[in-house]
């Protein structure tokens, strides 16, 4: 990422060619707590999906716009965050037993 900016809740999110692909919707904070190192789009209009993207995948933030250096195809093929969150959820339900 070329900037220390960080993106903000509500800001366009616009993939490599331009196209707005979501909003903000929250931060992701590493495991100290002190730097973000994530941050989740919402993105759909019908079928509604969030996206948990890394900092990596940021090619430039400004006010109320983050653009990715991903393209559009790429970030539709990104794994639902929510699917992520619920199966952690759920192995957190049912750990593994120990022999």
């Not at 993939?15 to 919402?42: I, M």
């Amino acid at each position: 990422m070329a900037s220390q900016q960080f993106p903000t809740v509500g800001s366009r999110v616009l993939v490599s060619g331009g196209k707005k692909v979501g909003t903000v919707k929250a931060l992701v904070a590493g495991s100290d707590g002190q730097q973000v190192v994530a941050f989740t789009v919402e993105h759909g209009l019908i079928h509604r999906r969030v996206i948990q993207v890394p900092m990596s995948a940021v090619k430039w933030v400004n006010p109320g716009n983050v653009v990715l250096a991903i393209s559009a195809t790429q970030f539709d093929s990104s794994p639902d965050a929510t699917v992520a969150a619920e199966m952690a959820d759920e192995s957190l339900k049912h750990p593994a037993t120990q022999s």
